[in-house]
């Protein structure tokens, strides 16, 4: 797979991703650090452990990370579940759904990575 259907696999933006980076080699070389990214793994303990405050911090993280790499759909995912885990306005109700989501739209990112 190529780096442009990476970015239309995964629904995030070759263009913002170019922008960034400048080159398709450069891009892909921070890409393919994203497995190694603890972020994903901290949101999905600290929520199992119940430690909001924790999984707020992961997924503020993953949100940056997400933003960097234009990983679009995914940083909305993120974006969302960071919103519902701001401290002062969280609402633990709605963060398995969310988390469904974000879990969902990560494993699609890391499968496409393996196949770049």
Request: hydrophobic share 40%; glycine share 8%.
């Amino acid at each position: 797979m190529d780096i442009r259907e990476f970015f239309r696999q995964t629904e995030g933006s070759y263009e913002e991703a170019m922008g960034r980076f400048g080159s398709e080699a450069l891009a892909l070389r921070f890409i393919k650090k994203f497995p190694g990214d603890p972020s994903f793994e901290e949101l999905k303990t600290a929520l199992k452990g119940g430690q909001l405050d924790k999984a707020f911090e992961a997924a503020h993280a993953l949100k940056g990370v997400c933003a960097n790499l234009a990983f679009s759909k995914l940083w909305e995912a993120a974006s969302r579940i960071t919103e519902i885990l701001r401290p002062g306005e969280c609402k633990p109700e709605e963060t398995g759904r969310v988390f469904r989501e974000v879990e969902e739209d990560y494993i699609k990112v890391i499968h496409a990575i393996e196949h770049l």
